[in-house]
């Protein structure tokens, strides 16, 4: 499986993006999708996950409420919108797939090169 992210760049602080993942190589309908994020200086850390059948959502607390995963099976692609924009937002995300079908927070099976997003205050 192959994953390509897009829609990182420059915001200010409070504003949005929105981040694209395309999968292919794969059956994406049937793997949980994610998305994770890795500050300079820091690990990366767990953001938004999303089951197979987009029913089922899992969000770090850091971004509960701000950030929203979805899902197109259709056209192979994970969203994952970014609104209210901090400082402390500013990484690089990555997307992820695990052949668990359901979202969980580690053991991803295949990974992007990833996005950067840089949030200026």
């Known amino acids: 499986v192959q994953l390509v992210e897009s829609g990182g760049g420059l915001v200010q602080a409070g504003g949005s993006l929105r981040l694209s993942c395309a999968a292919s190589?794969?059956?994406?309908?049937?793997?949980?999708m994610g998305w994770f994020r890795q500050a300079p200086g820091k690990e990366r850390e767990f953001v938004a996950a999303?089951?197979?059948?987009?029913?089922?959502?899992l969000y770090a607390d850091s971004v509960k409420g701000r950030f929203t995963i979805s899902r197109d099976n259709a056209k192979n692609t994970v969203y994952l919108q970014m609104n209210s924009l901090k400082p402390e937002d500013t990484a690089v995300y990555y997307c992820?797939?695990?052949?668990?079908?359901?979202?969980?927070?580690?053991?991803?099976?295949?990974w992007g090169q990833g996005t950067q997003v840089t949030v200026s205050s």
């Open positions: 999303i089951g197979w059948s987009g029913r089922d959502t």
């Open positions: 190589g794969g059956t994406f309908s049937i793997y949980a």
């Open positions: 992820a797939a695990d052949s668990s079908s359901y979202p969980r927070r580690m053991n991803y099976d295949y």
